[in-house]
């Protein structure tokens, strides 16, 4: 593919991204282009596209898809921002979802700002002094300081290649807005989704259950809705493992979990009876059937306190340990130096209620941590009859869904516009608090409706009370008062 038809390629897809109009005078962009031979002699040779507001040549502002191609070696594709720095797209370069986007476009041949409003630091030598890419190096120290996104492409004609060109189209296409109808975002997300959903691929019980095995106690966090409970339960079976399942409180103690005494109500005289906690009956069960495992689900694990209700069997969780000259007393006249190695520990963590317990260090360090993250539910895909609100009507459309079993469906395009809303304005942290896939599975419509009515839209509308997620309010805003006719701010 030469520079000139790569050009052609790009523009091309820009027009089924959206980027369409009659002439070069009309279209969302401005195409800028210096191939000419001398240029191409690592003397700053480039093309791509600037805000249409911007001149044909000379300084521009904002940020811009900028392409550094060579005659015989490889190209850069990047991100970049104007000389003249920022003129209407400073906001939009704070937005955690920009870089969230353009991350997942490079690869271990490219680099990724930290901020993408940092116009002040250069690209790390690390990444400029690449083989790959010495020979432009003159063209890559000129503009070092603005660009926050690059990535080496090898061979511009090769179909990798040009994946990686139309999804950096397709991801400035997405921070230009150019789409105007479905189709345009459908082929955005068809340019996308190989580089965004190797994330979703993995198939998380068959990782925990590695994890588990390996490690031996485990915590799985997240935010509500991920099904970690489930994934704990589900997890447990497929080792073929008995199940003890207790789950933590802010009430939990030490004599709850592992051992105490409670009165008999049963005796017409006051007298005590001993109480084995959920650890003591797990541990034993792994004591007395040595070639069976069993695993203890401890839910919701950081709503107790962890120092009162462990004590000084906290000691006993290393995986790795030996056998030590140090007993524990679980029990009276029942001590022991290590805990069985068929007995294993998932516990579920709740990520987004930020009145729990903080868990300390030593508890991290004995424990594995995975993360289950909101992820859409893959199924049959079918069409179901669903009111919707069009210019203020309500009228009767079919929308797509995923059956599930027992005669629920998942909600997609609900689901899908949480994630995007919370993908593009989410914090790091932020991420935490996103409803997960669960909160968008019903058996109708008119149950769906209720659960954003009387659960989503509450939730979403305390989270903003709080100052959280505040730059998606009216996004968030839109999304309730088209869905269900309700505003956030009345």
């Given at each position: 593919?030469?520079i000139?038809n790569?050009?052609?390629?790009?523009?091309?897809?820009?027009?089924?991204?959206?980027?369409?109009?009659?002439?070069?005078?009309?279209?969302?962009?401005?195409?800028?282009?210096?191939?000419?031979?001398?240029?191409?002699?690592?003397?700053?040779?480039?093309?791509?596209?600037?805000?249409?507001?911007?001149?044909?040549?000379?300084?521009?502002?904002?940020f811009?898809?900028?392409?550094?191609?060579?005659?015989n070696?490889?190209?850069?594709?990047?991100?970049?921002?104007?000389?003249?720095?920022?003129?209407?797209?400073?906001?939009?370069?704070?937005?955690?979802?920009?870089?969230?986007?353009?991350?997942?476009?490079?690869d271990d041949?490219?680099?990724?700002?930290?901020?993408?409003?940092d116009?002040?630091?250069?690209?790390?030598?690390?990444?400029?002094?690449?083989?790959?890419?010495?020979?432009?190096?003159?063209?890559?120290?000129?503009?070092?300081?603005?660009?926050?996104v690059?990535?080496?492409?090898t061979?511009s004609?090769?179909?990798?290649?040009?994946?990686?060109?139309?999804?950096?189209?397709?991801?400035y296409?997405?921070l230009r807005?150019?789409?105007?109808?479905?189709?345009?975002?459908?082929?955005?997300?068809?340019?996308?989704?190989?580089?965004l959903?190797?994330?979703?691929k993995?198939?998380?019980?068959?990782?925990?259950?590695?994890?588990?095995?390996?490690?031996?106690?485990?915590?799985?966090?997240?935010?509500p809705?991920?099904?970690?409970?489930?994934a704990?339960?589900?997890?447990?079976?497929?080792?073929?493992?008995?199940?003890?399942f207790?789950?933590?409180?802010a009430?939990?103690?030490?004599?709850?979990?592992?051992?105490?005494?409670?009165p008999?109500?049963?005796?017409?005289?006051?007298?005590?009876?001993?109480?084995?906690?959920?650890?003591?009956?797990?541990?034993?069960?792994?004591i007395?059937?040595?070639?069976?495992?069993?695993?203890?689900?401890?839910?919701?694990?950081?709503?107790?306190?962890?120092?009162?209700?462990?004590?000084?069997?906290f000691?006993?969780?290393?995986p790795?340990?030996?056998?030590s000259?140090?007993?524990?007393?679980?029990?009276?006249?029942?001590?022991?130096?290590?805990?069985?190695?068929?007995?294993y520990?998932i516990?579920?963590?709740?990520?987004?209620?930020?009145?729990?317990?903080?868990?300390?260090?030593?508890?991290?360090?004995?424990?594995?941590?995975?993360?289950?993250?909101?992820?859409?539910?893959e199924g049959?895909?079918?069409k179901?009859?669903?009111?919707?609100?069009?210019?203020g009507?309500?009228?009767?459309?079919?929308?797509?869904v995923?059956?599930?079993?027992?005669?629920?469906?998942?909600?997609?395009?609900?689901?899908?516009?949480?994630?995007?809303?919370?993908?593009?304005?989410?914090?790091?942290?932020?991420?935490s608090?996103?409803?997960?896939?669960?909160?968008?599975i019903?058996?109708?419509?008119?149950?769906?409706?209720?659960?954003?009515?009387y659960?989503?839209?509450?939730?979403?509308?305390?989270?903003?009370?709080?100052?959280?997620i505040?730059?998606?309010?009216?996004?968030?805003?839109?999304?309730?008062?088209?869905?269900?006719?309700?505003?956030l701010f009345?």
């Amino acid at each position: 593919m030469s520079i000139e038809n790569t050009i052609d390629f790009i523009e091309q897809k820009a027009a089924e991204f959206g980027a369409k109009g009659d002439s070069e005078f009309n279209k969302p962009y401005v195409l800028r282009k210096n191939i000419s031979e001398d240029a191409l002699k690592d003397n700053g040779a480039f093309f791509g596209f600037i805000a249409p507001e911007e001149e044909k040549s000379g300084p521009y502002h904002d940020f811009s898809l900028v392409i550094f191609p060579s005659i015989n070696g490889s190209w850069l594709v990047c991100l970049g921002i104007g000389s003249s720095g920022f003129k209407n797209d400073y906001e939009l370069a704070t937005f955690p979802g920009v870089r969230r986007l353009f991350s997942k476009l490079v690869d271990d041949n490219g680099f990724c700002k930290s901020d993408f409003s940092d116009i002040e630091t250069s690209l790390p030598k690390s990444f400029t002094g690449i083989n790959e890419i010495i020979h432009i190096k003159n063209t890559i120290k000129t503009y070092t300081k603005v660009l926050p996104v690059c990535q080496i492409i090898t061979d511009s004609e090769s179909e990798e290649g040009k994946k990686v060109l139309q999804a950096f189209v397709a991801a400035y296409a997405k921070l230009r807005d150019w789409s105007t109808n479905q189709s345009h975002r459908n082929e955005i997300s068809k340019a996308l989704n190989p580089f965004l959903n190797e994330e979703s691929k993995k198939k998380d019980i068959q990782l925990i259950k590695n994890l588990l095995l390996e490690r031996r106690f485990v915590i799985l966090q997240g935010p509500p809705g991920t099904g970690k409970t489930r994934a704990a339960k589900i997890t447990s079976d497929n080792l073929n493992a008995t199940t003890v399942f207790t789950q933590f409180h802010a009430e939990t103690t030490f004599s709850d979990f592992i051992y105490g005494i409670r009165p008999d109500l049963q005796n017409s005289q006051l007298r005590y009876i001993e109480k084995l906690g959920d650890f003591t009956k797990a541990l034993k069960k792994a004591i007395e059937n040595p070639n069976k495992k069993t695993v203890l689900i401890i839910d919701e694990i950081n709503r107790a306190n962890l120092s009162n209700v462990l004590g000084p069997i906290f000691y006993l969780f290393e995986p790795k340990m030996n056998n030590s000259n140090v007993e524990i007393e679980i029990s009276p006249d029942f001590k022991i130096n290590k805990l069985p190695d068929n007995l294993y520990v998932i516990a579920t963590m709740n990520t987004a209620d930020r009145s729990l317990a903080v868990v300390d260090f030593a508890l991290r360090r004995r424990f594995a941590w995975y993360d289950l993250k909101p992820k859409a539910i893959e199924g049959k895909a079918l069409k179901i009859k669903a009111i919707r609100l069009k210019n203020g009507e309500e009228r009767e459309e079919n929308v797509p869904v995923i059956q599930l079993e027992d005669n629920q469906y998942f909600f997609m395009e609900d689901f899908n516009q949480f994630e995007e809303i919370f993908n593009w304005y989410a914090t790091s942290n932020e991420l935490s608090l996103q409803p997960g896939q669960g909160y968008f599975i019903a058996a109708s419509d008119e149950e769906m409706m209720n659960r954003i009515m009387y659960e989503l839209f509450p939730l979403i509308k305390e989270y903003l009370n709080e100052g959280l997620i505040k730059n998606s309010k009216e996004e968030f805003n839109n999304y309730f008062s088209t869905r269900i006719n309700q505003s956030l701010f009345e």
